[in-house]
């Protein structure tokens, strides 16, 4: 840290502090994305009956919920980004 605040200029460490600070919100900011009518259809004819949303939808240790099924939708509003690279 303290060598990137060398070489840079205040504005500039001001910028990358608040592009840092904007990419870690963002995840928790996103737009609930309702699953597929469809599959849900389907799915709940496989459940007889339950909650597919409910029954599926696990949380990790971190306490971050993982839908049964992802899709385009689910990505839409995020940035393109190269591993490896900051944004």
């Known amino acids: 840290m303290y060598k990137i605040q060398r070489f ?3 504005g500039n460490v ?4 608040a592009k840092i600070n904007q990419r870690a919100y ?3 900011s996103r ?3 309702p699953l597929n009518e469809e599959w849900v259809k389907i799915v709940t004819k496989e459940l007889k009956g339950k ?3 409910k029954t599926l939808t696990w949380h990790t240790a971190e306490n971050i919920d993982v839908k049964p099924v992802y899709t ?3 990505t839409e509003n995020f940035p393109d980004e190269i591993p490896g690279k900051f944004p």
């Open 14 to 17: 001001k910028y990358a502090f």
């Open 31 to 33: 737009a609930k994305v």
């Open 51 to 53: 909650d597919p949303e």
């Open 8 to 10: 840079m200029t205040l």
């Open 26 to 28: 963002a995840s928790t």
């Open 72 to 74: 385009r939708a689910d």
